[in-house]
């Protein structure tokens, strides 16, 4: 019995210890198989990943000049499993130049996965980025003492000159919104905001490198995996060539000084832009650096604008640039010939609706009214053209045929450039109208004829008219890029888009104009050697009128196409016709005459009084940041959100499985690689590519967008 007891002792005493055996060889499995953690400790303690920046391409003018570069920056990264309890806080704080505070508040930060949800232990994260050389050096010298923390070298963008700052844009730190959008970025990375850095961002960036670095038992660094088997070398961005001609962009800026508006300078035969300026502009310097965040806010609440660029971005009444318009869709249909005489007493009158007009000679034909600007010739126009039954069953059926008109000239939707931030402008029809009135007639439309009303257009849409006259009826799609080294522009950027015109209606506007440069409102332009074809505004305005000028030259082989828009500026003789006729002598002739620079000073010393409102309050301030918060959040909120994660969790875990497949477990080369791949297919923005509307999308549209 004794020795049963024994026995049955025994058996219980080892099944105990086989169960705490199996417990811990589960234990053990779970702890250096299974578990995720673990084999990232493991992998972080035997490996490095580094990675490397490529280089992003450079910008240049048409004539090769440079105009945006690199310059070396240091980014100070952290990887938090081995800086924990091992740092002198005060001494590294000393190293830098910062407060204990600041330290403790960007550690915080990069382990808040609110704020940054890339983030691990185990791997580098941004502490502080875009170090200059000299500090830099100082650092580098101590970084010994520093365990857990690493230089990586970068490139951040520098601006030749202080010029073309709407178009060229800004590179800056990427947003919760940028990572989710596009996997190739990580909290810490750089990408265009604006401009050309934004639109070209995927040319421009280039693709990052990494290398594997073997670590010993301290963490020191004893050379590459493999000796660089699966490292990935960095792949620099595509250099690129704008349209741009930076002497020009130069004086146009000049010319701009102290005045709100737009210049917009086309090469007619390519469409590329030779000039956008957009007045008030800001030196794109000061928007890179540490003091990028404090120099966006204050021209943010500067009352003028700076940062909206009004060339592409601005919606104004064209005035009597539109004129133009009017007189090739009358032409072509019919409505006027050479011949069509119109009266004129100080302005159109009928009916008990009268619309002002200067003293010239009347009754007035089509070139001469062109010429010398009549508004009663183009409202006679218009109203016989919406009141013919014969060729247009219905008002609807006119004023429709109109509206396509001005469409098919490139008004009423974008055009297309190639640069973010591009509105339509406003052309109504039949549907608007009846929306607006009710009931209406030819006579409660009358003032579109003339650029004013519903009528708004963008500088860039007048620009696009003026290089479609040069043409004789055609234009092709603006666009600031001419060359992508390595690359190729959009085909879209070379096809040419037919107006629903005649060529011998251009023909007899085109006629109009050069009149108007001789003895009409543009006969005080300086052209020497060469003739213009141009057109003036004054657009009305609640204040004082807006300054326009449209045109060409020279007129038989037309080299640039401008158009001018001075807020408030009065006739278009007093600012458009001098600052158009300057800025084209300027490229044709590759300069000014003496006696035309000192014009050109004494335009630039002009400025423009504008009754801007007080600055904004502190209170409102705080309202407005709070607004970009809550904007900020909402973007981070985006409704695919959640669909786009899961499916990019389920890529990558799939990614992973056929990984262990074919790799062995412990190589962690192959998951480096999956991590800093590339994506393969990119992604389209969809915010600025818009197409040409239909009739019912532009009905949605309001008076003003």
Known sequence: ????????????????????????????????????????????????????????????????????????????????????????????????????????????????????????????????????????????????????????????????????????????????????????????????????????????????????????????????????????KPLPGKDIQLGLDAELQKLGERLMEGKLGAIVAIEPK?????????????????????????????????????????????????????????????????????????????????????????????????????STSCNSYFCWGLYYMLSNRKKYPTLDDAMNEWRDYMVSQGFGYKLGIDLPGERRGMIPNALFYDNAFGRWNPLS?????????????????????????????????????????????????????????????????????????????????VHPGYTIAGKTGTAQNRGKDHSVFMGFAPVDTPKIAIAVYVENGGWGAVYGVPIGSLMMEQYINGKLTEADAKKAAVIQSRHISYPFKSPMSRADSLRLDSLKRINAIKDSLKVERDKQRKKLEEDKERKQQDSKKEQPQNDPAIRVENEIKPQSEERRRDDDKDHKPSRKENDKESKKE
Do not use: W
Request: glycine share 8%; net charge positive; hydrophobic share 35%.
């Open 270 to 370: 390519t469409g590329q832009i030779l000039a956008m300026v957009s007045s008030p502009t800001f030196d794109p310097r000061t928007m890179i650096g540490k003091l990028r965040g404090k120099n966006q806010a204050q021209l943010t609440l500067d009352p003028a604008k700076p940062l909206i660029n009004r060339a592409i971005g601005g919606q104004y009444p064209p005035g009597s640039t539109f004129k133009t318009t009017q007189a090739v869709t009358f032409y072509t249909e019919g409505i006027v010939s050479d011949s069509t005489r119109y009266p004129c007493a100080h302005g159109f009158s009928f009916k008990g609706l009268h619309v002002g007009c200067h003293s010239h000679a009347a009754p007035i034909s089509l070139i001469p009214a062109i």
């Open 1 to 232: 019995m004794k020795n049963f007891d024994l026995e049955k002792r025994r058996y219980v005493l080892s099944a105990i210890a086989s169960l705490i055996i199996v417990v811990y060889i589960i234990r053990l499995f779970s702890l250096q198989i299974a578990s995720d953690d673990y084999r990232k400790s493991a992998d972080s303690n035997a490996f490095l990943k580094k990675i490397e920046f490529p280089s992003r391409g450079t910008i240049t003018d048409r004539n090769g000049k440079l105009l945006v570069y690199n310059q070396p920056a240091y980014d100070i990264m952290v990887v938090m499993n081995e800086e924990a309890g091992r740092l002198d806080t005060m001494d590294f704080c000393n190293a830098l130049g910062i407060t204990k505070e600041f330290f403790k508040k960007r550690m915080a930060e990069i382990k808040d996965r609110s704020k940054n949800p890339g983030y691990s232990r185990f791997t580098q994260q941004l502490f502080m980025g875009q170090l200059p050389d000299k500090e830099f050096s100082a650092f580098q010298e101590k970084i010994f003492r520093f365990p857990g923390f690493y230089i990586q070298r970068r490139s951040i963008r520098q601006y030749k000159e202080p010029l073309a700052a709407h178009l060229l844009g800004d590179v800056a730190e990427v947003s919760q919104g940028d990572i989710e959008e596009d996997d190739y970025y990580q909290p810490g990375d750089y990408i265009g905001k604006q401009g050309i850095e934004r639109q070209y961002e995927k040319d421009l960036r280039g693709r990052k490198g990494v290398q594997i670095l073997l670590r010993d038992a301290r963490g020191r660094i004893k050379g590459r995996y493999k000796n660089g088997q699966f490292d990935q």
């Open 445 to 525: 439309v009358i003032s579109i004829s003339i650029g004013q009303g519903e009528v708004n257009a963008t500088p860039l849409q007048i620009a696009n008219l003026g290089a479609t006259i040069a043409n004789r009826g055609y234009y092709i799609t603006p666009h600031v890029v001419r060359h992508i080294k390595g690359g190729r522009i959009d085909p879209k950027y070379l096809e040419r888009h037919q107006t629903k015109g005649s060529h011998q209606a251009y023909e007899e506007v085109v006629k109009g104009m050069v009149s108007s440069g001789i003895r009409g409102t543009c006969a005080h332009a």
